[in-house]
Structure formats: C-alpha cells, structure tokens
C-alpha cells in the first residue's frame, strides 16, 4: 500500500461544477497535511495548507479526517483555469514529506 | 524574479556520462530540496539541506548520485554514469525553517538519456 494515495483521475468536469477529491495515508501519526497544484509541465506550487478544523480558501475548502486518515480538497464554481493535477503531501512522523502521485482534473467548457 | 532558478532546463546526455545540474533558491530560505519525478507520479524526494548541511538522503539516491551546498547558498546535483532510467524532470525547491513552511519550486531540469 502506497503511503499517499490519490484517485489519479481524469476527472473531466463540466465548467461551474462542484468537485471533489480525497488523499488518503497510511501514517497515523502524520502530522501536517498540505494540497498543491501542478500545471502540465510547470512546477508545483502549494495551494493549501490543510487544518484540523478545515479551512476555506475562496472557492476551495480543505478538510482533515484523522480518524479515516484522508483529506479532501473541494473546488465550488470550476473554473477553466482550474485545470491542473492536485497532489497530495503528508508530513509523516518522521519529518518526510510524502507525495501523492496526484488527481488529475480537467474543467470543460 | 527573485524565485528559485534551476539551469539547464533541459539536458539531453548518453548513457554513461556525467551530468551537473544547478539550483539557486530564494535567497533568504535555509533549506533547499531535490526531487525527481516521472510522468504520472508526484515528486519523489531525493534530499535536503539545511545551510550548507546535507540532513537526508533518500535511499532512492544511489552511489550516483552527489548533492552539495558548499556555502548554504545554491546546491549542485550530480549524476555520474547516467543510465537510461535517470530520466525524469529533477526539481529544486527551497523554504524557510520548518517543515512545514511553504516549499518554493524551481522550474526543473528536464534529463533525457539516451
């Protein structure tokens, strides 16, 4: 079993759409839990950080589920411009960083 | 642009030669960071620094593979023997103490071998 583990995706979604994604890792006692965005090609640039008590970012809500080990990262209103994979990173409790290979999403017009 | 640059983009080298790739990171962060990653998959780390200080290595870097950070300032990459299967983008990021502080990418560099 992988450490982090994404749905790889494509999710194709319809433009104005509400869409979901779930992380989920196998450390229990991971200890910080972040969401990043990658365009085709291009680096990957952190998104969002990711709480115990959730947090909301505009259109993007990130919530933490310690007992079911996963979290999710919800995008409201799809953009075009959404368009990107997502990848998932734990901190695990031996101070590595644990990616996630990453859900891809494609928004249509 | 004052983010972390990494030189060459590209690479495209034969098997069994040496490759060097270049890293200069924001110029205030402590630590720097070396991932590789194939199509498909996330970055895989390979190591970090804090300053000059290598503190990890992951044991997906073979005897190959050298890092270093001579002044805590930029940090080379370096594979010896290259081998068809080194092949991926390597990314560099850079950040600031802890963890769990944002991490900052490079552009990467691109490696083919032939």
């Known amino acids: 079993r992988k450490e982090v583990e994404q749905d790889p995706g494509p999710f194709n979604v319809p433009e104005g759409a509400t869409v979901a994604f779930n992380c989920t890792y196998s450390n229990s006692a991971s200890q910080s839990f972040f969401w990043y965005r990658q365009d085709c090609r291009k680096e990957p640039k952190l998104l969002m950080s990711?709480?115990?008590?959730?947090n909301e970012d505009g259109r993007f809500t990130a919530q933490l589920n310690r007992a079911s080990q996963y979290i999710s990262l919800l995008i409201r209103d799809s953009k075009l411009s959404d368009s990107a994979t997502y990848l998932c990173?734990?901190?695990?409790?031996?101070?590595?960083?644990?990616w996630g290979a990453g859900t891809k999403l494609i928004i249509k017009p | 642009d004052t983010g972390v640059s990494q030189n060459p983009r590209h690479k495209i080298t034969k098997r069994g030669q040496n490759v060097t790739f270049r890293c200069d990171p924001i110029s205030e962060h402590n630590r720097l960071y070396w991932y590789r990653q194939t199509l498909g998959q996330g970055p895989e780390f390979l190591t970090y620094?804090?300053?000059?200080?290598?503190?990890?290595k992951s044991r997906l870097l073979s005897d190959r593979f050298s890092a270093e950070r001579p002044k805590g300032s930029f940090s080379t990459l370096e594979i010896q023997r290259t081998e068809q299967g080194d092949s991926a983008m390597y990314l560099c990021?850079?950040?600031?103490?802890?963890?769990?502080?944002?991490?900052?990418f490079g552009p990467g560099t691109r490696l083919t071998v032939l």
């Open positions: 990711v709480y115990s008590s959730g």
């Open positions: 990173v734990v901190l695990d409790s031996n101070y590595q960083l644990i």
């Open positions: 620094f804090q300053n000059e200080a290598q503190l990890e």
């Open positions: 990021a850079s950040s600031s103490e802890g963890w769990e502080d944002t991490q900052y």
